[in-house]
């Protein structure tokens, strides 16, 4: 779970927080956090966590064996989950009877929903396949801003927004991936539907970190 677009080192120490208070356990010590991460590196984490207090997501640590705490105001409340975002699928389509506990810290001021990530487009900025993503409802969008899109009216993709402003002016959607290009369009071509606020993710056990 990202929100501040951490790392995604960052975002698997959240999301094993997060997995560690769901089952109930007492805040963990840095020690505990490394064996259940399988962590090489004891000053990598403290580093992931600083970036956590940073973020807002963890309280700062106060005494050497304090236990690393999640932040109160970042208590989970449920959104719909809309589906899975893949490249030719409108999202509106898309009807599930689901819901999924998404921290305030994640969720924008505006209604949200929330969307599986499919496809490796977006690896640069952290999104990984699998993946999912917060979105605030919102039909426009800054340059910049990750956006969930509407390309003629049925092929949905979540991509990188920049405005061009021409002539002719254009919307320019970027994938955060070397391997792929940039695609660009007439305005009209193109319906703001969402706009990223936030992401989560499964923690992977196999992953060792450095």
Same mark, same amino acid.
């Given at each position: 779970m990202?929100?501040a677009w951490?790392t995604?080192? &960052?975002?698997d120490?959240?999301?094993? *927080?997060e997995?560690?208070?769901r089952?109930?356990?007492r805040?963990?010590?840095?020690d505990?956090?490394?064996?259940g991460l399988?962590l090489?590196?004891?000053?990598?984490?403290h580093?992931?966590?600083?970036? *956590?207090?940073?973020?807002?997501?963890?309280e700062p640590?106060r005494?050497?064996?304090?236990?690393v705490?999640?932040?109160?105001?970042?208590?989970a409340?449920e959104?719909? #989950?809309?589906?899975?975002?893949v490249?030719?699928?409108p999202?509106?389509?898309?009807? *599930?009877?689901e819901s999924?506990?998404v921290p @305030?810290?994640?969720?924008g001021r505006?209604?949200c929903?929330?969307?599986?990530v499919r496809?490796?487009?977006?690896i640069? %900025?952290?999104?990984?396949d699998g993946d999912?993503v917060?979105?605030?409802r919102r039909?426009?969008?800054?340059?910049?801003?990750?956006v969930?899109?509407?390309? %003629?009216?049925?092929?949905a993709t #979540?991509k990188r927004?920049?405005?061009v %402003?021409?002539?002719?002016p @254009?919307?320019? #959607?970027?994938p @955060?991936?070397?391997r792929? &290009?940039? *695609?660009?369009?007439s305005? %009209?071509?193109?319906r703001v539907?969402?706009?990223v606020?936030?992401?989560?993710?499964?923690y992977?056990?196999?992953?060792?970190?450095?």
């Open positions: 990202t929100g951490l995604r080192r &960052q975002a120490v959240l999301a094993w *927080l997995e560690h208070r089952r109930g356990g805040p963990p010590n840095l505990e956090i490394c064996r399988h090489r590196s004891r000053g990598s984490l580093k992931h966590v600083r970036a *956590l207090i940073e973020a807002g997501f963890v640590i005494g050497r064996r304090r236990g705490r999640l932040r109160e105001d970042a208590a409340d959104v719909p #989950l809309a589906g899975t975002i490249a030719g699928r999202i509106e389509a898309v009807e *599930l009877p999924i506990e @305030a810290l994640l969720r505006r209604p929903f929330a969307l599986r496809g490796d487009s977006m640069g %900025d952290g999104i990984l999912i917060i979105v605030e039909e426009e969008a800054r340059s910049g801003e990750i969930v899109a509407i390309i %003629d009216g049925a092929e #979540l927004l920049r405005t %402003d021409g002539p002719p @254009a919307i320019e #959607l970027r @955060a991936n070397p792929m &290009q940039a *695609l660009r369009y305005p %009209d071509r193109v539907t969402g706009v606020t936030g992401q989560m993710r499964s992977r056990a196999t992953r060792a970190m450095r």
